[in-house]
Every structure is written in C-alpha cells, then in structure tokens.
C-alpha cells in the first residue's frame, strides 16, 4: 500500500463549480499535511498546509480527519485557472522528509 | 530571491554515459532535497542533505547514483552509467527547519532538470 494515496483522475469540471479531493495516508504517526500545486511542466508549489481545526485560505478549503486518516481540498467557484495537479504530501515527524501522493489532475472547462 | 536554481533544464544522453545535475538552494535554507517524478511512480525523494550533510539516502535507486554537497550553495545528482529507466524529472528542494505545521520543511522546487537516456 502507498504511503499516500490519491485519486489520479482527471476531475473535468465546468467553470464555478465545487470540486473536492481526498488523500488517504497510512502512516498515523503523520505529524504535518500540505497541498502543493503542480502546472503542467512545471515544478510543485505550495497551494496551503492543513491544520487540524482545517483552514481556509480564499476558494480553497482543506480539512484533516486524522481518526480516518484523510485529508481533503475543497475548491468553491472554480477558475480556468486552477487547472493543475494537486499533490497530497505527508510529513513524519521522526524525519524531515515530505511524503507525496501521485497527486489528483484537475481541468476546469470553461 | 532567484529561488532554487537547477542545471541543466534539460539533458539528452546516450546509456552508459555519466549524467551530472546541479541544484543552488535558496540562501539560508539549510535543507537541500533531491526528487525524481516520473508518470509511473511520481515523485519520489532520492535524498536529503541538512548543513551539506546527507541524513537519508534510503531512496537512492543503486549505486549507479550519487549525491553530494559540497557546500551550502551547491549539491551535485550523478548518475554513472545511465540507462533509459534513468529518464525523468529531476527537482531539487530547498527549506528552512521551520517550526509547526505552517514552517516546517516547506519546500521550494527549481524548475527541474529533464533527462532523457537513449
């Protein structure tokens, strides 16, 4: 089983649409969750960490469910724009290492 | 701030050529990773240097592929012989220690180095 899974899709969505992804890790003894964003031929950025309470920044929601052991991404009133890869990414503490999910391809279409 | 810098962009080889990739972190940071993405498997950490240290090198394919960083302004990824299964995206990460969930090990990527090995 992957350390961190994720649905790879492709989500096709119309413009202004809600979207949702869930990422499922295995390992309970995870610490710290993020997103990243990855463009098409380009490098993975941060989109936003997860905190426990779950936080929002703008259109984008996270969530962390740790009984469960998943994360999820909420985006409200999706743009063209946020066309991209959204990669899951775990860290444990006993390292410094970043784990990622294969990572789940959104299109927005207009 | 020119962010992490990765050379070449791109590089095309034949098998059993020796392959070297370059990766400047960003100034300060005191954690330098080497990443690998590929279709099949995605991206998938080969190694982690803190203060020019390598602290795990559990993800290194064989010994075909060595890391090293000879300061904190330059790390080097070889790779002697190449073979096609090499091909990939080569990221290289930079990140402070960070405290807590919002600084801790955020990375920043170069642009990456795509190699293809004929």
């Known amino acids: 089983r992957k350390e961190v899974e994720q649905d790879p899709g492709p989500f096709n969505v119309p413009e202004g649409a809600t979207v949702a992804f869930n990422c499922t890790y295995s390992?309970?003894?995870?610490?710290?969750f993020f997103w990243y964003r990855q463009d098409c031929r380009k490098e993975p950025k941060l989109l936003m960490s997860v905190y426990s309470s779950g936080n929002e920044d703008g259109r984008f929601t996270a969530q962390l469910n740790r009984a469960s052991q998943y994360i999820s991404l909420l985006i409200r009133d999706s743009k063209l724009s946020d066309s991209a890869t959204y990669l899951c990414?775990?860290?444990?503490?006993?390292?410094?290492?970043?784990?990622f999910g294969g990572g789940t391809r959104l299109m927005v279409k207009p | 701030d020119a962010g992490v810098i990765q050379s070449p962009r791109h590089e095309v080889t034949e098998m059993g050529q020796e392959v070297t990739l370059r990766c400047k972190p960003i100034?300060?940071?005191?954690?330098l990773f080497w990443y690998r993405q590929t279709m099949m498997r995605g991206l998938e950490l080969l190694i982690y240097f803190n203060n020019n240290v390598p602290i795990d090198d559990s993800g290194m394919p064989e010994d075909r592929f060595s890391a090293k960083m000879p300061n904190a302004s330059f790390s080097t990824l070889k790779i002697q012989p190449s073979e096609p299964r090499d091909s990939a995206v080569y990221f290289c990460?930079?990140?402070?220690?960070?405290?807590?969930?919002?600084?801790?090990?955020?990375?920043?990527f170069g642009a990456g180095s795509r190699l293809t090995v004929l």
């Open positions: 390992n309970s003894a995870s610490q710290s």
């Open positions: 100034s300060g940071h005191d954690y």
């Open positions: 990460a930079s990140s402070t220690r960070g405290t807590g969930a919002s600084g801790a090990n955020v990375l920043t």
């Open positions: 990414v775990v860290k444990n503490n006993a390292g410094n290492m970043l784990t």
